[in-house]
């Protein structure tokens, strides 16, 4: 099947750290453009951060995790992960990656695949 798996999500307190992790069957994810979103109830959908495809590999962040989160791929493994550091209760979400035209521009809001979702709580 052709999909991407977010993996990683949990329960952390304020300060602490978690590794997301976006893995691809039936793609090469090098060769697409990928972000990372998330949703918190009550809220909009938010782009997180953004990698583009390996031939390029410049990253986008959102101002609100800029210096915080780092996103990065892991070839072998055919995944983007991204490491979160520093979380705070404002990173609580649902967290989802998904295959985009681009990073820039208006061109993430143009959706390939959608992974189903890995859930962060961060206590204060």
């Known amino acids: 099947q052709v999909q991407l798996v977010e993996s990683g999500g949990g329960l952390v307190r304020s300060g602490e750290s978690l590794r997301l992790s976006c893995a691809a069957s039936?793609?090469?994810?090098?060769?697409?453009?990928v972000a990372w979103f998330r949703q918190a109830p009550g809220k909009e959908r938010e782009l997180v951060s953004c990698?583009?495809?390996?031939?390029?590999?410049?990253?986008y962040y959102a101002n609100s995790v800029k210096g915080r989160f780092t996103i990065s791929r892991d070839i072998l493994k055919n995944a983007v992960n991204l490491q979160m550091n520093m979380l705070n209760a404002e990173d609580t979400a649902d967290y989802y990656c998904?295959?985009?035209?681009?990073?820039?521009?208006?061109?993430?809001?143009?959706?390939?695949?959608w992974g189903q979702g890995t859930q962060v709580t961060v206590s204060s």
């Open positions: 998904a295959t985009v035209r681009s990073c820039y521009g208006m061109g993430y809001t143009d959706f390939g695949l």
């Open positions: 990698i583009s495809m390996s031939s390029d590999g410049r990253t």
């Open positions: 039936g793609l090469r994810l090098e060769s697409s453009n």
